[in-house]
């Protein structure tokens, strides 16, 4: 951690709030197992129906645990009344995503009045090993006085 | 379409098949609605059980569907014996992904004996409507020779 | 082009003036071929002192062309008093780029008050054909009031 | 560093017989300042003829530094009759590159027999300070066995 403060003494709160309203969290049964101020871990269970051709956990389910990470690491530095939209972000894919479960850890590299960089990082636990399988550069952005847009 | 000649004649039956083999896609209710040589489409209901915290379809759900229409594009112009990885991709999120469906749209910009770009579109349908939300530059490989994996 | 509407009647004006600022450009020979709203043209003749290892341009100047390229296809559809910065771009290099010149063409994908998206082709020139050797997707950020920072 | 092994002994003078046969580095003045296993480090004074419209270093020769950087930090680990291309690369820009030089390390975060994905941060020095300004994500390939291409 570099020791980021955050604006906002809530910002736990927030976010745990701001996930547990992701429906597609609880669809594929991630959890929130981090918030920290510039650093967010979320852990997947292996689930069969995630998977793609070949039996590994698709890389979209892995892009999104690693993007949902980076966006609430952002989210956490941001202000109470703002919201949190990815802009972009690029991931590489380095291993087949298999074992017993996934863990994605978002960082903050720079955060920023509006645009907040981050990266992350997707690990698999397989037999007590600790496989990095993919690694991701994200783009957030901070949007406040959006109407109907909170968290 | 650039005119791609498929190296095999049944590219379209080995991409429906390996489809067919991805569970997540069963998951999300993804239907495969298009194949042609290095062109793939795939088209998805709305469902409320794939938004994030503002109610659109999660980013990660977006990138999924572009990420496997463009894995598919490539994989249609590849020999009968290779399998297709993502190397990476990189994706902008333009608009929220909301309305009636979306559709993801892969194509083949360079094919390669290795490496194969691609881009994707991804498009929202709402009130007859189709609007471009999203954005990929993807990068797939081709692999041969590794034993179990196929399609 | 998709009929872009410029919100300033003298953006090629503009665009040519902070151009002619970028000292890079001069370096390195490159020229501003073509300015329309959210489309821009920027050449360079082959030079050997911009070469890599192999004798082939620079992945690093061909990076800078098809930025430059996109950050004035985003800037030509901004408000007057605007600056552009590049927030991040991805490249893909599809092949060696030889030949007597190269073609960057920026190209706004969607514009927008703060972020607008782009991407950028990069073409060499050889022997009388047109080839496409780099392809880019480019995030470009609108700033305003910043002082000292204009074009 | 991850204490990657060689497969070459002479891994740093390959190195350095490639980056000498740069003739961009020469042309902005770039120097290899630090060779290891799967870490590369290059070092440029400012200079005025190498910046944009704001008299900042150009986002390209930004770019141009880490790419070069991450490609021989990858090439530092392949087999002595191997050649290193940049597949792609994404580069966020962090803040202005100003101050009296620019540091680039390219770092291998997983290498690979044909993809070798690697890490860059860009620091500028300026007053004693060094200050991250960019960061990248690339991917590297190594060829072998194509006429004409060595290093």
Sequence with gaps: MQGF???DDKYEMRVRESFSRQKLMQTIGAALTKVMPGEVE?????????TQQHGFIHAGIAA????????YAAYSLMAPDAAVLTVEYKINLLS??????????GKVTRPGRTITVCSGD????????????????A???SIRDREGLVG
């Design 64 to 71: 999104t645990l690693a993007d949902t990470a980076c966006g």
């Design 42 to 50: 979320i852990t997947l269970e292996f689930r069969d129906d995630l």
């Design 139 to 141: 783009t957030m952005m």
């Design 122 to 137: 997707l690990f698999a636990l397989k037999d007590g090993d600790k496989k990095l399988v993919a690694t991701m550069l």
């Design 96 to 105: 087949p995503a298999t074992g017993e479960s996934l863990i994605a850890l």
């Design 5 to 7: 403060v955050p604006q």
